[in-house]
């Protein structure tokens, strides 16, 4: 198998395959003796000329992480036979600015009206999760375009809350 | 002795409780809300019944739901455990209505000490030392500027019915105050159903120590040595450990026998904390008497060789405390670390969801209190705890190693959680000397944190693509209900993932 496999934003091209002896891996056109065991879903124990790693695997509805000691690098790995013609979509948004849920929880109280000035780091909305109050604040000076959850409102992770432009 | 005990609480009190309740041969009953049917400790407990829905005020909090419980299951005494009913002295008076015994001190003591304007009052009193401030509740915002610029800013904002950093603020100027007040209030309603609130002068950057007691129903009361409390985030409590790097034995002992004559001028049973706050010249002053068992109990435990649960049962039951003052050893250093659902990269918000790989550290001097398991759904409605790590070592150095071993080990996946902090504080060099107070922990996530060690990335390339051959079930997207994905990653995910 040839992968793209991207690493904390770095890409690597990874040919992989399983032989009768073990593995045979390139990394970027190097080969690189190694072996691999899944200890159980999501865990690895991988061995590179002696030394040894486990390896998480941890993923979310939206990333896929490894972790390899206490570090956690951000992966993706891709095929690169089936995502020909493909264009990455861009989620950077320029003019307004919206306020989503860290977490899922109750919109408590709404601190500013639509129309208000308000000021980069200035609490909008205090959203209650776990019996802790959270102040949403502004991202950016500005003026409070709508408010998307009014009191009592609940709210997903990832829910917008306000928009701010 | 009692033959079945109802634990009105969840998470890993419950299961703590619980535990206590098999090693003395009583049968164990578990309470869950409709959002806990699949929480641990309904699976560990001998009996188990529904209170109804996930708010706590229609489940945990309600006393005819749990005394129903209690009544159904033919239970003899109720663990309160810490938070919900524990504190509440209306309901150890239910209890006692009912024929039940509670767990903890008489309704009479907690009156005395649960309020923290009432405790100030009968502190003052017995001429015990204590921070400047109000010992009533604040009737309007006009009342407590007035009191604010008597005792001088800064000035803290605390619940008189209050625990666990809810419904306080810390309010550095008079035009901070009013939404100050009124945002405490309603926290300390929410959070206790009760929103008085009173004030106090803010010692800056004190130390935060408490001192455990126990005393029997015969009048025997004693103290089980300190806990250094003062690494706190928003007033919470994050880690915790006994003995103080700061207390000497000549200060144990005094602050010792104040924290027994503070038991004893409530009429104190059962196992309770004074806690003082420490300026940096060593003097302490009373805060407050948290009238439960607390959550960093197990080092106590560790360093003591006793079970507190087992001597709260013992004690409830009528028995007398096996042992006196003289008999008291510290012995070792222990350490707990509050393991909660929360985002180290989001300011630490709440993050609940379902857990979707666990790795549990062990091995020596490594005690685990844990609420939760693989594939289990932390649900949004309660306290983000979800274990308590606890290191034991022949001294505070070897403490701290174990536990940076352990959490090496230690993996939660799915959700995020504070495990990379606790990596950070127990290698911080000011920490491992002892200095700490209450701004510590602050100043730490303020500074820029040591540069990770990053030179695994290819490794991690290496392991992408051994996973997506040897598990690749592994790689499909399954939870719901997040931020959306790009076009791009999820397309990555379905198509150079997927089988």
Redesign the interface.
């Known amino acids: 198998m040839v992968y793209d496999v991207t690493i904390d934003g770095k890409n690597y091209r990874l040919e992989l395959e399983r032989v009768d002896t073990g593995w045979e891996c390139r990394l970027d056109g190097r080969a690189i003796p190694m072996d691999a065991v899944l200890a159980r879903r999501d865990v690895l124990s991988v061995l590179i000329e002696g030394k040894a790693y486990e390896i998480k695997r941890e993923r979310t509805a939206t990333d896929l992480h490894l972790w390899v000691g206490g570090a956690r690098y951000a992966a993706e790995l891709r095929d690169p036979r089936s995502l020909r013609g493909r264009k990455g979509g861009s989620w950077e948004e320029a003019g307004p600015r919206k306020l989503v849920a860290p977490m899922p929880g109750k919109v408590v109280r709404v601190l500013l009206g639509e129309n208000a000035a308000v000021e980069a780091g200035q609490g909008i909305l205090v959203v209650e999760a776990m019996k802790m109050q959270n102040e949403i604040k502004s991202p950016k000076k500005g003026i409070v375009q709508k408010i998307v959850a009014g009191e009592g409102a609940t709210v997903n992770a990832g829910d917008v809350l306000a928009i701010v432009e | 002795m009692f033959k079945k005990i109802l634990i009105a609480n969840r998470g890993e009190i419950a299961v703590r409780v619980i535990r206590a309740c098999r090693e003395l041969g009583i049968t164990s009953v578990a309470v869950y809300s409709d959002v806990d049917r699949a929480s641990l400790h309904v699976r560990k407990a001998d009996e188990a019944y529904p209170i109804g829905p996930a708010a706590a005020a229609e489940s945990y909090l309600n006393f005819e739901k749990i005394l129903g419980a209690a009544k159904r299951s033919g239970a003899d005494a109720i663990h309160p455990g810490y938070g919900f009913l524990s504190e509440n002295a209306k309901f150890a008076q239910a209890c006692t209505d009912a024929g039940l015994k509670f767990i903890g001190p008489t309704a009479a003591a907690m009156e005395m000490m649960g309020s923290k304007t009432r405790a100030r009052r009968n502190m003052e009193k017995a001429g015990l030392p204590f921070v400047p401030g109000t010992s009533r509740g604040l009737d309007s915002p006009e009342q407590a500027e007035q009191a604010a610029a008597k005792i001088g800013y800064p000035i803290m904002l605390k619940a008189a019915a209050g625990g666990g950093g809810?419904g306080m603020r810390l309010v550095n100027g008079p035009q901070e105050l009013k939404s100050a007040l009124e945002?405490a209030k309603?926290?300390a309603q929410?959070?206790f159903g009760d929103a008085e609130v009173y004030l106090e002068k803010a010692i800056v950057n004190p130390r935060h120590i408490e001192m455990q007691v126990l005393a029997d129903e015969h009048g025997q009361t004693v103290y089980l040595g300190e806990r250094e409390c003062s690494i706190q985030r928003?007033h919470q409590k994050v880690l915790e450990e006994s003995p103080s790097p700061v207390v000497a034995p000549e200060m144990r002992r005094r602050m010792g026998e104040a924290a027994v004559g503070v038991a004893r001028a409530a009429g104190y049973t059962n196992a309770g904390t004074v806690e003082f706050l420490v300026d940096s010249d060593k003097n302490f002053y009373f805060l407050e008497m948290n009238t439960r068992l607390q959550v960093e109990h197990p080092v106590t435990e560790l360093i003591t060789g006793l079970d507190l649960v087992h001597l709260q049962i013992h004690i409830a039951a009528g028995e007398k405390l096996p042992f006196t003052q003289d008999d008291i050893r510290l012995r070792g250093h222990a350490m707990e670390c509050r393991i909660y659902?929360e985002?180290p990269d989001?300011?630490y918000?709440?993050?609940?969801?379902k857990i979707?790989?666990l790795?549990n550290p062990s091995g020596p001097g490594i005690r685990m209190d844990s609420g939760v398991y693989e594939s289990w759904t932390v649900p949004?409605?309660?306290?983000?705890l979800l274990a308590k790590l606890i290191g034991y070592g022949a001294d505070r150095a070897q403490s701290i190693s174990r536990l940076i071993r352990a959490?090496?080990e230690y993996?939660v996946?799915?959700i995020k959680t504070n495990i990379?902090l606790f990596?950070r504080i127990l290698r911080d060099a000011e920490f491992q000397a002892g200095r700490v107070d209450t701004g510590y922990l602050d100043r730490l996530l303020e500074s820029s944190p040591p540069a990770?060690?990053?030179e695994?990335?290819?490794?991690?390339?290496?392991?992408?693509?051994?996973?997506?051959?040897?598990?690749p079930q592994?790689?499909t997207?399954?939870?719901?209900?997040?931020?959306?994905?790009?076009?791009?990653?999820r397309?990555?995910?379905v198509?150079?993932?997927g089988s």
């Open positions: 809810k945002s309603s926290e929410r959070a928003r659902a985002d989001n300011n918000f709440p993050s609940p969801g979707t790989l790795l949004i409605d309660y306290d983000p959490m090496n993996f996946g799915g990379s990596r990770a060690k990053r695994d990335a290819d490794v991690a390339a290496i392991a992408a693509g051994v996973f997506a051959i040897l598990d592994g790689t997207n399954g939870t719901g209900n997040a931020l959306p994905a790009s076009g791009w990653k397309a990555a995910r198509e150079g993932l």
